[in-house]
């Protein structure tokens, strides 16, 4: 029996996933758990690119980062990040290593965990890139927000890499390049929500923002027969926590999810 995958990532990267799971003989079915719009401040994303040539790199947290700040750029404003300077590209992982390509940063300004890392996440990104932040230097953050955000990316997501920044006397600035948020899930998503809670399908998490916003959208739901892959240890916590019954850890390259998913199946 084929089985049956819930891919949450967003709908842009629950796309890929999809049809690189089906391409694996998987019955893979997108629910994206988190919707992409624009920035809550448009102007804000301006003035960060104004000032990235005097950033020793920009740092993304995502590939949905990398691809609205590249889109953004003002046509007036030079892009740094396509031709050799001073700014380089910092990348958590393949995923946003590969928005950067597909916006036109050239490989030879990106730095990422390798493919082959442990984790991608911001930890294994600083051990990479720590002997490049010196004291006075500056480092843009590109992520996104929610509603409980402020436009320069204060309170969005956690402030671990900035805090390693500042250990080292770096300065580090913050943008919200989108927003994230809540989805409306209509009947037929919650139909194959309820269904996947005990009918044998896996999971995919790779946001703990994903889980929760699961949960706002079926209260009550019970969870306990449901499986899980999850791609962050922070991740497979959350989706314990909201009561799934067996939850594997798993890199977010695909060879790995495959194997993890084929653990639960």
């Given amino acids: ?3 049956r995958v819930i891919v949450t990532r967003p709908e842009r990267d629950a796309r890929r996933w999809v049809a690189e799971l089906r391409d694996g003989g998987f019955d893979a079915l997108a629910l994206p758990l988190i919707d992409i719009g624009p920035a809550p401040d448009r102007q804000a994303v301006v003035r ?3 000032g990235l040539d005097g950033c020793i790199a920009a740092m993304f947290v995502s590939g949905n980062a990398a691809q609205q ?5 003002p046509v007036d404003v030079p892009a740094p990040l396509a031709q050799p300077g001073p700014t380089r590209a910092w990348a958590t992982g393949p995923g946003t290593r590969q928005a950067l390509l597909d916006g036109g940063v050239p490989v030879s300004l990106i730095d990422a965990p390798a493919d082959d890392a442990p984790q991608f996440d911001s930890e294994a990104l600083w051990a990479l890139v720590s002997q490049k932040a010196q004291p006075g230097s500056r480092v843009l953050i590109v992520r996104g927000g929610d509603a409980a955000s402020s436009s320069d990316g204060k309170g969005a997501g956690r402030d671990w890499f900035a ?3 500042a250990a080292c006397g770096c300065t580090a600035d913050f943008v919200v390049a989108y927003a994230r948020r809540a989805p409306q899930l209509d009947p037929a998503q919650l139909a194959l929500a309820r269904a996947a809670a005990s009918d044998g399908s896996v999971w995919l998490f790779s946001s703990s923002e994903a889980i929760a916003n699961l949960a706002q959208a ?3 739901q019970d969870w306990q027969r449901a499986r899980a892959v999850a791609t962050h240890p922070r991740i497979a916590q959350a989706a314990r926590d909201a009561g799934f019954a067996v939850v594997r850890e798993s890199r977010p390259a695909l060879a790995d999810v495959v194997a993890s998913i084929e653990s639960v199946a």
């Fill in 163 to 165: 805090s390693r920044l």
């Fill in 69 to 73: 700040f590249l889109a953004a750029r």
């Fill in 48 to 50: 960060a690119w104004q």
């Fill in 218 to 220: 079926m209260p009550g």
């Fill in 1 to 3: 029996m084929t089985t």
